[in-house]
């Protein structure tokens, strides 16, 4: 079955940078996009990256834009998050996404994984 | 990328029906049909429960149905039990591979 499981979050100082990576599992995953969404504390869920299914296509929500690159390696079924200048606001869980079908996007993220907490303190 | 608008709360006693509004701009839900929409319990991943704005995913039960019409979508949850207490976000396509999502809301089983 599929199984998305996010890692490298902890707590870090404000200015510095963290990756966080998505480990992908029981299905074939250079045919699927992928996004990252997060969720603040006792907030709502918010739009974070996309990457297409072959990694040519990417975006960002403009409040990481500049901040934070999606990247994925189809070879070791991993999708990543580089977080760089990191804030207090971005203080959150990251959770990674599998897109609905294959090869497309736009359909809903059937499949997430458990998340991974990012604290940014000083 | 200006958040979706839901209402905070809804609240409906079990068997009622209870809608869920999502209102957005030509930008997104106005120009694009790719509306989810996700159910998420306390300390657990959201659930995807309608996509293309319509569209049930295979398992999620018929008591949920979405619909779209102009800049706004809607989610109807019928026969409400109490295990449909939860939080529930819309999501839609923004263009040029963007995605934004509402405000959320909280729904309550009376």
């Known amino acids: 079955q599929v199984q998305l499981v996010e890692s490298g979050g902890g707590v870090v100082q404000p200015g510095t940078s963290l990756r966080l990576s998505c480990a992908a599992s029981?299905?074939?995953?250079?045919?699927?996009?992928m996004h990252w969404v997060r969720q603040a504390p006792g907030k709502g869920l918010e739009w974070v990256a996309f990457t297409s299914y072959d990694g040519r296509t990417k975006n960002y929500g403009d409040p990481v834009k500049g901040r934070f690159t999606i990247s994925r390696d189809s070879s070791e079924n991993n999708l990543y998050l580089q977080m760089n200048s990191l804030r207090g606001d971005d203080t959150a869980t990251y959770y990674c996404?599998?897109?609905?079908?294959?090869?497309?996007?736009?359909?809903?993220?059937?499949?997430w994984g458990q998340g991974t907490l990012v604290i940014v303190t000083s | 990328q200006s958040a979706l608008t839901q209402p905070a709360s809804v609240s409906g006693s079990p068997g009622q029906s209870i809608t869920i509004s999502c209102t957005g701009t030509?930008?997104?839900?106005?120009?694009?049909?790719?509306v989810s929409w996700y159910q998420q319990h306390p300390g657990k991943a959201p659930k995807l429960m309608i996509y293309e704005a319509a569209k049930r995913p295979s398992g999620v039960s018929n008591r949920f149905s979405g619909s779209k019409s102009g800049s706004a979508a809607s989610l109807t949850i019928s026969g409400l039990l109490a295990e449909d207490e939860a939080d529930y976000y819309c999501?839609?396509?923004?263009?040029?591979?963007?995605?934004?999502f509402g405000t959320g809301t909280k729904v309550t089983v009376l």
């Open positions: 999501c839609s396509y923004a263009g040029n591979s963007t995605y934004v």
């Open positions: 029981g299905f074939t995953f250079s045919s699927y996009a």
């Open positions: 996404a599998r897109e609905n079908f294959g090869y497309s996007s736009g359909y809903g993220t059937p499949n």
């Open positions: 030509s930008r997104d839900i106005g120009n694009y049909k790719l």
